[in-house]
């Protein structure tokens, strides 16, 4: 069970939003390089960074930062969503030392764009699904697709993507615990890893994420409640480590 910290990117800045609203947010650094130095101190291995402007843009708006990440930490495994609208985007992205581009909106306008960018880079797509009522959302959240969100998934199952985050838009940022039922409900109807995002606030949450792990979850993207200082990532991963050693004996 991987719990890995996020950085969501809005005019520089290190924010958190609640369910999305770019106009509801809070700044906890202006040090992005730091803040993700913060997190390779605290021991982790993989950082979750999303270019909130990127989302709504279409386009990146946070590259360089991002590709400043990359460098100041070669051995951090970053995956980045956030306006991957296409092949050159990701291609630019994983040059810069991307381990993995998430594809969101254009997962659903261009599901072949997915299957093209599992074929140009194997093992390092992964496919963005962010809904509210069980329907996917598009464009940073501002747009309903009306598509249901285990059905899309399913979708993109024999293409080579390596995983699918799965976030909660309801639950994002509002520190009242992860959906659990929803996103066991999805792991277990696919084949493709899932990792959960949106409202991992407490330990007892990393217990219920190891409960799910047997239909296919692999890991959380934990936000707020790291800045806040609700879950410390050391301790949140030792938690996991002995609840899944609990539940295999």
């Not at 910290?5 to 924010?15: E, S, T, Y």
């Not at 979750?48 to 930490?73: M, Q, T, W």
């Not at 959380?220 to 879950?231: E, K, P, S």
Request: aromatic share 6%; charged share 25%; proline share 2%.
């Amino acid at each position: 069970m991987q719990i890995i910290p996020a950085i969501d990117l809005k005019n520089g800045q290190c924010v958190r939003l609640k369910q999305g609203r770019m106009e509801d947010d809070t700044v906890f650094s202006d040090d992005v390089i730091a803040t993700a130095g913060r997190w390779v101190d605290a021991g982790t291995k993989r950082l979750h960074i999303v270019d909130l402007d990127g989302a709504f843009a279409g386009e990146p708006r946070n590259g360089e930062l991002i590709r400043e990440v990359c460098k100041s930490y070669p051995d951090l495994q970053v995956q980045v969503g956030g306006g991957i609208r296409d092949a050159a985007i990701a291609a630019h992205y994983i040059d810069a030392g991307v381990q993995w581009v998430i594809i969101g909106t254009q997962a659903v306008r261009e599901p072949a764009l997915v299957e093209r960018l599992c074929k140009a880079h194997p093992g390092q797509v992964i496919v963005g699904l962010d809904a509210r009522d069980g329907k996917v959302a598009l464009s940073g959240w501002a747009e309903d697709s009306g598509l249901d969100a285990i059905e899309l998934a399913r979708s993109f199952e024999g293409v080579g993507v390596s995983g699918i985050v799965y976030t909660d838009i309801e639950r994002d940022g509002m520190m009242q615990g992860f959906n659990s039922a929803a996103t066991a409900s999805l792991a277990e109807q696919i084949n493709i890893p899932v990792f959960a995002s949106g409202g991992v606030n407490s330990y007892e949450d990393i217990d219920r994420l190891c409960d799910i792990a047997i239909h296919g979850v692999q890991g959380a993207i934990v936000g707020r409640a790291m800045y806040d200082g609700t879950l410390e990532l050391g301790t949140a991963q030792q938690r996991a480590a002995a609840k899944l050693a609990e539940l295999a004996n």
